[in-house]
């Protein structure tokens, strides 16, 4: 079955975490956290400004993001568990790290130097 979101809004799939054990104790699948990250399967066409004109969507179907905790709708798929966002809700995109910069990597920013002149005075 293929769904189509509308407007804004994005279909994503929770990524899948590991066993969690504390102290040796396996914990029951209704008492875990379910993970905030997932990929977008299909996205909308995007939200219509005042002007009436659309305005695309920032991510796109194959990307991964964060989203908050309690964020969209859950639905159920061919046996498949999806979620329902509104692009709003979607915290950030994760890329991949080789396509940044390493200035970017290390939290660093470029600073422009401003250079300074020195105006002599005629005495």
């Not at 909308?44 to 709708?73: C, H």
């Amino acid at each position: 079955m293929y769904v189509r979101p509308l407007h804004d809004r994005i279909i994503v799939h929770r990524l899948e975490e590991g066993e969690q054990h504390i102290g040796g104790i396996i914990i029951p699948d209704t008492a875990k956290e379910k993970p905030q990250q997932g990929t977008v399967i299909a996205a909308g066409n995007g939200k219509t400004n005042d002007e009436g004109k659309r305005v695309p969507l920032d991510v796109k179907a194959g990307d991964r993001i964060l989203f908050g905790k309690y964020s969209g709708q859950e639905i159920k798929l061919d046996g498949e568990e999806y979620l329902i966002v509104k692009e709003d809700e979607v915290l950030a995109v994760i890329e991949d790290e080789t396509d940044k910069k390493p200035a970017v990597l290390k939290g660093q920013t470029k600073q422009k130097t401003k250079k300074t002149t020195t105006k002599k005075s005629k005495k």
